[in-house]
């Protein structure tokens, strides 16, 4: 990661939202860390314009084509993703590194060749897309050869934000499923990627857990006439992209522990294992890429006990970006999660309304999860108990969108108390992205 002037870059700031009052012998403190990053120099930088020299992050982009055999079916899904390749390199900016790659059983290079990334500019995107009409279905499925060569790519060039796009149709049936569980623990951290699957015939938990494991976007396209529109959105975002490798520092005094961190919004994700110890009592934990956005992160401290009107830092929250000569750059903001024990009851047992939203978030992805795992296990009354409670958080956090995936898979009779039937016939398309789109949450209405 490169050091950047403060020109060009995205100025960052930490707000935190808590009840910071315990009760006599309380020990868990929960806050809600929201991260903001506005007004980068180069955020809204036009589609094909160059930066001045030195100036804005350089990139580099991968994209992951399926030319697997089940590509040829129907036959225009293979157009589709031709299509869609073209419209994502007409959006790279002038001066990024580009790649793309065909998958099958191996991943092969198809433009540029010869081990190295493109610059992107009217000649080379013409020739890429020249390129793309050498794309042709046959051969098996095995995701980890794609990700390895996009990871040898991306790390040929000198450049700050490495990114990768992914699209597959099909189950990664010709590796095992510890090569690419070994792949993707060899990518992370290294780039991160987004993750498309086209049609029905994939596996979410494969997809999603691609782009968990790389901190990209997960998504389903059912229709692939709807692949040119989402790769162009992809690749919009990516290019919005001005700072690599954040991390979210969290800073604890003696005796303290962090017994989670997960970031909240704008989707369910887990970080408390990915972390990285840095220094006495601070680990860092990845939020990958940054352009002009807010994520809120749920953080849990656990604290000693101490006595009442007693106050006590329960954690410092910062944001560092790793340098290449193993120091870190230090983005400037700061949060402070608190702890203060207090007799009045009131104070003491309100839950501040941004952690309870959340919460409720987070209980909602694991119901959905859980729901249509039950569901397709034959267990219809645990299947309908699971859904109804989803039905129940997403009407009650005004989570629209997933209410009305959750009404494609459940009759809705009380959205209120949760009470539903489920449907005798749900589409596939349906059930999988439900599932697929179940981690995305709703900001809390602040």
Known sequence: MANFSKSNVPQFSVDV???EYLPEGGREVNAIVTVTATGGGTVGTAVGASYAP????SAGVAIMVDCSGSMDYPPTKMRNARDATAAAIDTL????HFAVIGGTHVAKEVYPGGGRLAVADRTSREQAKQALRRLSAGGGTAIGTWLRLADRLLSSADITIRHGILLTDGR????APEDLRAALDSCAGRFTCDARGVGTDWEVKEVTGI???LLGTADIVADPTGLAADFTQMMETAMG???ADVALRLWTPVGTTIKFVKQVAPTVEALTDRRTEAGPRAGDYPTGSWGDESRDYHVCVEVPTAGLGREMLAARVSLVVPQPDGSVQNLGAQGLIKAVWTDDMVASTSINPQVAHYTGQAELAQAIQQGLDLRK????DGATAKLGRAVQLASASGNADTAKLLAKVVDV???TTGTVRLKAKVEEADEMTLETRSTKTVRVKK
């Open 17 to 19: 939202y808590q009840n």
């Open 54 to 57: 030195g100036q804005g992050p």
């Open 93 to 96: 900016r002038d001066g990024t």
């Open 172 to 175: 990664n049936e010709h590796e």
């Open 211 to 213: 782009a968990s494991a």
């Open 241 to 243: 992209k001005e700072v």
């Open 377 to 380: 296990a034959g267990d219809m």
């Open 413 to 415: 009779v009380d959205a």
